[in-house]
């Protein structure tokens, strides 16, 4: 399938919004490439990818750094079966053990799960259950957003831990392996995930962009390794990459401040209203 510029700014939109924001970027990946009547290269699908890649790494580039830096440390204390670094000793290693400690259940789940997320692709009733199960999810938020605090540090809220546990990035960390599935909602899914687990507002957040980095880096790896993605226009490729990428970094920022006012739950009705839809029309 040859792609025309419209076409390629399109998908490149669809993929920098939707990645971010609650509502699922496979979905409507999927539901767009219906739109279109077939499946782009692969190459340039890797190539939107990529763009929201670096746009994470660029919008919380210090957090990044910070990680690197912990990296030994946290996994000296992992392999060694010692506990993660408080936040007095090492904060930044702290959050580089729990950002590894999250993304092994994702990693997994999500190598054993893929072909089967594969077929959901093009099968819209299936697309259309996650959709609500998403949208249920976002919902369910209303009923932790009394007690959860608007950031870390500023002692509102009851009962809100303004420090990452171990406990908390294995419930988000678990919670991404359903994100292999077209129309469940990665940030959606960890993020309400870590706001269930009494996390603040801000760390939820943040944590959920961490986790997915190395594991959007390793997919788009593993896809280019056992897939070769062929060729492609390169006017596409860069449009497409380079649209993905303004247009991701504008809904992380815009993202951070949906979260921080408690407002995922208003993705809810959007994202039923979409698998009602799809149910309605192909049950």
Same mark, same amino acid.
């Given at each position: 399938?040859?792609?025309?510029?419209?076409?390629?700014?399109?998908?490149?939109?669809?993929?920098?919004?939707?990645?971010?924001?609650?509502?699922?970027?496979?979905?409507?990946?999927?539901?767009?490439?219906?739109?279109? +009547? *077939?499946?782009?290269?692969?190459?340039?699908? #890797?190539?939107?990818? !990529?763009?929201?890649?670096? @746009?994470? $790494?660029? /919008?919380?580039?210090?957090?990044?750094?910070?990680?690197?830096?912990?990296?030994?440390?946290?996994?000296?204390?992992?392999?060694?079966?010692?506990?993660?670094?408080?936040?007095?000793?090492?904060?930044?290693?702290?959050?580089?053990?729990?950002?590894?400690?999250?993304?092994?259940?994702?990693?997994?789940?999500?190598?054993?799960?893929?072909?089967?997320?594969?077929?959901?692709?093009?099968?819209?009733?299936?697309?259309?259950?996650?959709?609500?199960?998403?949208?249920?999810?976002?919902?369910?938020?209303?009923?932790?957003?009394?007690?959860?605090?608007?950031?870390?540090?500023?002692?509102? +809220? *009851?009962?809100?831990?303004?420090?990452?546990? #171990?406990?908390?990035? !294995?419930?988000?960390?678990? @919670?991404? $392996?359903? /994100?292999?599935?077209?129309?469940?909602?990665?940030?959606?899914?960890?993020?309400?995930?870590?706001?269930?687990?009494?996390?603040?507002?801000?760390?939820?957040?943040?944590?959920?962009?961490?986790?997915?980095?190395?594991?959007?880096?390793?997919?788009?790896?593993?896809?280019?390794?056992?897939?070769?993605?062929?060729?492609?226009?390169?006017?596409?490729?860069?449009?497409?990459?380079?649209?993905?990428?303004?247009?991701?970094?504008?809904?992380?920022?815009?993202?951070?401040?949906?979260?921080?006012?408690?407002?995922?739950?208003?993705?809810?009705?959007?994202?039923?209203?979409?698998?009602?839809?799809?149910?309605?029309?192909?049950?």
């Amino acid at each position: 399938m040859t792609l025309s510029i419209l076409e390629a700014v399109f998908l490149a939109v669809v993929q920098g919004l939707t990645e971010w924001l609650p509502v699922s970027s496979s979905g409507h990946l999927a539901l767009s490439y219906m739109l279109i +009547g *077939e499946e782009p290269p692969l190459l340039f699908t #890797l190539t939107l990818h !990529l763009g929201t890649l670096v @746009a994470v $790494v660029v /919008a919380l580039w210090d957090d990044v750094l910070g990680v690197l830096r912990g990296l030994p440390v946290a996994l000296k204390r992992l392999f060694t079966f010692q506990p993660p670094p408080t936040p007095e000793e090492n904060m930044e290693a702290r959050m580089a053990y729990m950002v590894t400690v999250g993304i092994i259940p994702g990693a997994i789940g999500g190598f054993l799960l893929k072909h089967l997320a594969e077929k959901s692709f093009t099968q819209p009733s299936t697309l259309g259950a996650f959709f609500i199960f998403t949208g249920l999810v976002l919902a369910s938020t209303h009923f932790v957003d009394k007690k959860t605090s608007a950031g870390a540090g500023k002692g509102r +809220g *009851e009962n809100i831990k303004q420090t990452v546990s #171990l406990m908390d990035a !294995l419930a988000m960390g678990m @919670a991404q $392996v359903l /994100a292999v599935f077209p129309g469940v909602s990665r940030s959606g899914i960890t993020i309400s995930a870590g706001l269930h687990m009494h996390m603040s507002r801000e760390n939820a957040a943040r944590l959920s962009f961490l986790l997915s980095i190395p594991l959007i880096a390793g997919a788009t790896v593993y896809e280019t390794v056992t897939s070769p993605p062929g060729n492609g226009e390169i006017t596409t490729l860069v449009v497409g990459g380079l649209v993905a990428s303004i247009v991701g970094y504008g809904s992380i920022k815009l993202l951070f401040r949906i979260v921080r006012r408690g407002a995922l739950k208003y993705f809810a009705p959007y994202c039923l209203a979409i698998g009602t839809v799809l149910l309605w029309l192909y049950l």
